[in-house]
C-alpha cells in the first residue's frame, strides 16, 4: 500500500507530448564524443588514444576508486582524446570516435553461457564491468550499490515513479520492453538475497503497469509493481522509499540505513542486458521535449551521440527557442549549446519557447512560506536561500543545506520566483570549499607540527 511522503508539489505532468511515441532508433551518428566521466566519482583514465581502432562494446575508459568504466558506443577509428563540453558544464576529456558503420561487436562483449547459473559475485562483477550506473540521472556505480547493500538491505525498490515532467522514456520502456525490467528486477532479487522486488510506479502510467504485470505472471517473477498517486518529487530515492516502506530516510542519511536500496528503471534493463548478453552500457534512450521541439520524441541513441542531431531528428528547434535543457524541467541543468553529447545519465533534452518564461528582475522573498511546506527534505529554503546569498557557511550547515536534493519543488511554488535551486547549488558548494578549505589546513597544521617535533 502506498504511503505518502512529507511536502511535494503537482506539476501538469506534460507528458502527452511523447508517451504514446514508441522509442525510435537515431540514425548511426558520423561520430561519437564519449566524455570519461559520466558517473558519480573521478573521471575514468582513457585506454586508447587518435588512430587506434575500436569496436561497439570495447572498454575505452577505466575507473579508479568510486566509479564505472567506459565503452565504445560505435565502431570506428578514435580521431582525438581531448576536452570538450559537456552537460555537466566546463569541458570533460573525451573520446571522440568516427563511426566506420559497421557496427562491429567487440569480442570483449561475452554472454555468460549460463546466466542463471552465475554467483552472486559473479553477477555483481558482470555488473562492474558492463560500466551500468543510475542511470536516472544520480548515476552511482551500480555495482557499489549492489556489493554495499547485500547482507544490509531487506528492500529492493525500482524507481519507475519517472515523475518529472515532459520525461516518457521509462514509461515506454516498461510498455516496449517489460521483459528486461523483469529480468533485471529477478536477478536482483537473486544478488540481494531477496524474496521480492517491489516497482514503484505514479499511476499516470497505468499501461505501462498492466505490462509489466503480464511479464510478472507468465514468468512467476518474484516482482510487485506498487502504484502511487502522482506527487512531484516521488523519483526521489528517499521520497520513493518512504512512498513504498512507510519508513523515512534519516537526515545526511541513505536509503540503506533503512534497509532500502533503489534502482531506476533503465539501470534495471542494463543489468538485464549485462547478464543475460554481456553487453554494456553503450546506448540511451532519451526523450526530446519541450515547447521548443517541433515534433518531440523518444529516441534511442549511442552514448556520445551530440545532442544537435537528436534536435535534428526531431525537426529542429522552433523560433523564439530561448532554453536547452539536460534532464527534466525541475532537476536539469540548462545548456548553453547543444554541441554536448549524450550520456549515460541523459533522460531528457529539454527546448522551450520565450512566451514560457517566467522571471522576476530582482526577486524579493514575500515570506509566505510555500517553499517550507512543500520542501520533502523538511529544510527552511527561505533561510537558505539568505545565508547562501550572504556567504554564511556556518549558518548553512546548521541548517541542513547538503540534505536538499536540488528537486526544485520550492522554486517552483514560490510566488516571488526567487531563484532557489540555483542557490541551492551555490550553497553547496561553499560548503564543501570550506569543508576542503578546513582539511587542508588541518593537514598543513599537523605536518609543520611533525616538522617541528622531529
Ligand atoms: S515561497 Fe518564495 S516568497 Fe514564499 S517564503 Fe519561500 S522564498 Fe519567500
Ligand atoms: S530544492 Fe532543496 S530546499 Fe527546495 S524543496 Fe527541494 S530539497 Fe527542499
Not at 514509461?171 to 536477478?187: C, N, Q, V
Not at 516502506?245 to 536509503?255: F, I, M, S
Not at 542486458?273 to 541513441?301: D, H, L, W
Amino acid at each position: 500500500m502506498a504511503q505518502a511522503f512529507f511536502g511535494g508539489v503537482h506539476p501538469h505532468d506534460m507528458k502527452a507530448a511523447t508517451n504514446e511515441k514508441a522509442i525510435e532508433q537515431l540514425p548511426a551518428p558520423a561520430e561519437v564524443v564519449i566524455p570519461m566521466s559520466m558517473h558519480f566519482g573521478a573521471p575514468c583514465t582513457p585506454l586508447v588514444k587518435a588512430g587506434d581502432l575500436v569496436r561497439v562494446g570495447q572498454k575505452i575508459g577505466e575507473f579508479r576508486g568510486l566509479g564505472a568504466p567506459i565503452h565504445a558506443s560505435v565502431s570506428g577509428k578514435v580521431k582525438a582524446v581531448e576536452p570538450r563540453p559537456y552537460s555537466m558544464g566546463g569541458n570533460m576529456m573525451s573520446v571522440i570516435i568516427e563511426n566506420d558503420m559497421h557496427n562491429t561487436l567487440s569480442e570483449e562483449v561475452k554472454a555468460p553461457a549460463n546466466p542463471d547459473a552465475l554467483t552472486v559475485d559473479e553477477m555483481v562483477e558482470i555488473v562492474k564491468e558492463a560500466g551500468i550506473v543510475g542511470m536516472g540521472g544520480a548515476t552511482f556505480p551500480t555495482h557499489v550499490k549492489i556489493s554495499g547493500g547485500i547482507g544490509k538491505v531487506d528492500t529492493v525498490i525500482i524507481n519507475g515513479a519517472e515523475c518529472e515532467p515532459y520525461i516518457t522514456g521509462d514509461h515506454r520502456t516498461m510498455l516496449e520492453r517489460p521483459e528486461e525490467i523483469i529480468g533485471g528486477a529477478t536477478y536482483l532479487a537473486k544478488m540481494f538475497g531477496v524474496d521480492k522486488v517491489v516497482i514503484g510506479v505514479e499511476d499516470n502510467k497505468q499501461n505501462g503497469i498492466d505490462a509489466m504485470n503480464r511479464v510478472i505472471a507468465e514468468k512467476h517473477a518474484p516482482v510487485v509493481v506498487e502504484s502511487l498517486h502522482c506527487r512531484y518529487p516521488q523519483g526521489g530515492e528517499k521520497q520513493l522509499c518512504q512512498a513504498i516502506t512507510g519508513k523515512q530516510v534519516p537526515p545526511g542519511g541513505l536509503p540503506s540505513n533503512i534497509g532500502c536500496a533503489v534502482f531506476n528503471i533503465n539501470t534495471t534493463c542494463a543489468i538485464f542486458r549485462a547478464i543475460v548478453q554481456g553487453m554494456p552500457v553503450v546506448n540511451k534512450v532519451v526523450t526530446v521535449s519541450g515547447s521548443g521541439i517541433v515534433e518531440p520524441k523518444n529516441i534511442e541513441c549511442p552514448i556520445g551521440t551530440p545532442v544537435s542531431l537528436l534536435l535534428d531528428a526531431c525537426g529542429g528547434v522552433k523560433d523564439g527557442t530561448y532554453k536547452l535543457i539536460a534532464g527534466g524541467p525541475m532537476m536539469g541543468m540548462a545548456q548553453y549549446t547543444a554541441d554536448i553529447p549524450v550520456a549515460k545519465g541523459t533522460g531528457a533534452i529539454l527546448a522551450f519557447c520565450e512566451k514560457e518564461e517566467q522571471t522576476v528582475a530582482d526577486p524579493q522573498c514575500i515570506r509566505c512560506g510555500k517553499c517550507v511546506s512543500v520542501c520533502p527534505m523538511h529544510l527552511e529554503p527561505l533561510f537558505l536561500y539568505q545565508y547562501a546569498s550572504k556567504g554564511m557557511v556556518d549558518e548553512l550547515n546548521e541548517a541542513h543545506i547538503m540534505d536538499c536534493m536540488e528537486c526544485g519543488a520550492c522554486a517552483y511554488t514560490c510566488p516571488a520566483r526567487m531563484h532557489l535551486t540555483h542557490m541551492f547549488k551555490t550553497g553547496k558548494q561553499l560548503v564543501k570549499d570550506k569543508a576542503a578549505a578546513d582539511k587542508a589546513a588541518a593537514e598543513a597544521k599537523k605536518a609543520a607540527q611533525e616538522r617541528k617535533e622531529a
